[in-house]
């Protein structure tokens, strides 16, 4: 796969992670937020940049964390990242709640 693939790839994650959060605005029953939860959980994350949207669209799913299986896929995202290697970055910090 050459480089232009790869930068696409990236590129449509980013959008997808951004209208997915977005779509977490509009949710109002806790399955819809289970279901947004599980697509995102699905993204491979693999740049920062589609972690700095997940993070940026953090005002629209905050409120939703306290529901189990939605914190439960949120966690998931954040192991996926640990294995990619942004430990220690913004990303995981914020999500954990030390910056």
Avoid at 23 to 39: G, S, T
Avoid at 85 to 92: C, D, H, W
Wanted: with cysteine; net charge neutral.
């Amino acid at each position: 796969m050459n480089a232009y693939n790869v930068h696409l790839q990236e590129k449509q994650a980013e959008n997808i992670v951004e209208k997915l959060c977005q779509r977490f605005r509009l949710a109002e029953e806790p399955r819809q937020w289970r279901d947004i939860a599980f697509c995102l959980s699905l993204l491979p994350f693999k740049s920062e940049r589609s972690m700095k949207k997940l993070i940026e669209g953090l005002p629209f799913y905050q409120d939703k964390l306290h529901e189990e299986t939605v914190f439960n896929r949120f966690n998931e995202i954040l192991v996926k990242v640990s294995i990619v290697g942004f430990e220690g970055s913004i990303v995981t910090n914020v999500f954990l709640g030390t910056v």
